[in-house]
């Protein structure tokens, strides 16, 4: 090997290696955060004062929290089995609606080309640059609009969430799947239109199952957003979620914060299930890129 090829690699290591320092610098204070979240959530004491005289070992908060108390002593006790259903029911509900909706109008807008095309996707990027804590005034308005009788609030409030805060994940999941989409040459369903199958058909039996990275992904994404919704959640459904209950025992008075830190542990688990599980996904996103 030559010098100056020498020189090249070595720089580039010498780049990688300032890259992941920086990186890993920048992550310490988020890192600290979630090990002292956790440490807490298996201690009598609050670990927050990096003191190791605080951590006393303990799978009481565990078993609390599983118990759905909300204090050592007294204090509320809750049905935890129904919050984490909860949470699931709008986690799977916006994941579902996500994918559905996402692939559909990223494969319509990879193939078809219609009058003011480019200008329909920077739109959805517009869109999805708007945070949803803004857009909560507009949509309260439609959640009177429709509201329903009594009977039909709870189910209502559910479906309105999950409609509501799937809205704000779409133009996003559109994005990715264009991306996927373009990455499969015309020719691969050219054949079956010609043989008289719809679009529809060539969309659900030919080129979705040539895409489940990116399948995987959008839905994954949207079972994330739904998961760690509290806007929404706080906002419009008349049940408890994961994420509400979190947030209304942190200022309780009866609140055992150690208790708490266990269930923001829990809460946490989807979070950590995810990146292990998406890497390769992350990866292949990275990789695809947008076509105009």
């Known amino acids: 090997m030559s010098a100056g090829l020498r020189d090249i690699e070595l720089r580039s290591r010498k780049t990688e290696i300032l890259i992941v320092a920086t990186v890993l610098i920048f992550s310490i204070p988020l890192i600290l955060s979630y090990s002292l979240?956790?440490?807490?959530?298996?201690?009598?004491?609050?670990?927050?004062?990096?003191?190791?005289?605080?951590?006393?070992?303990?799978?009481?908060?565990?078993?609390?929290?599983?118990?759905g108390r909300t204090a050592v002593f007294g204090g509320i006790r809750v049905n935890i089995c129904h919050i984490v259903?909860?949470?699931?029911?709008?986690?799977?509900?916006?994941?579902?609606?996500?994918?559905?909706?996402?692939?559909?109008?990223?494969?319509?807008?990879?193939?078809?080309?219609?009058?003011?095309?480019?200008?329909f996707m920077a739109l959805l990027m517009l869109l999805h640059a708007f945070p949803g804590s803004v857009m909560v005034v507009g949509i309260y308005f439609l959640y009177l609009m429709f509201l329903p009788s009594y009977q039909m609030v709870?189910?209502?409030?559910?479906?309105?969430?999950?409609?509501?805060?799937?809205?704000?994940?779409?133009?996003?999941?559109?994005w990715l799947m264009k991306g996927f989409f373009d990455m499969i040459p015309w020719e691969v369903e050219w054949a079956a239109l010609v043989d008289g199958a719809s679009r529809l058909k060539v969309?659900?039996?030919?080129i979705l199952p040539m895409v489940k990275p990116g399948v995987a992904a959008v839905m994954l994404f949207g079972f994330l957003a739904g998961w760690m919704d509290i806007i929404y959640?706080?906002?419009f459904l008349v049940d408890q979620t994961l994420a509400t209950w979190i947030e209304s025992n942190i200022n309780a008075e009866y609140s055992y914060l150690p208790l708490v830190a266990a269930a923001g542990t829990f809460y946490l688990l989807p979070t950590i299930i995810f990146f292990l599980l998406a890497r390769r996904l992350i990866f292949t996103i990275s990789a695809t890129g947008v076509k105009g």
């Open 37 to 67: 979240l956790v440490l807490s959530s298996f201690s009598k004491e609050m670990v927050t004062n990096l003191n190791p005289r605080d951590f006393i070992p303990t799978l009481r908060n565990w078993i609390l929290f599983f118990e």
């Open 85 to 119: 259903l909860n949470t699931l029911i709008v986690a799977l509900g916006v994941s579902f609606l996500v994918t559905l909706v996402g692939s559909m109008t990223g494969y319509a807008v990879s193939r078809l080309r219609f009058s003011g095309r480019k200008k």
């Open 154 to 174: 709870r189910l209502y409030s559910f479906f309105f969430v999950i409609v509501a805060r799937a809205s704000l994940e779409v133009p996003m999941a559109t």
């Open 203 to 206: 969309w659900r039996k030919i």
């Open 233 to 235: 959640v706080r906002t």
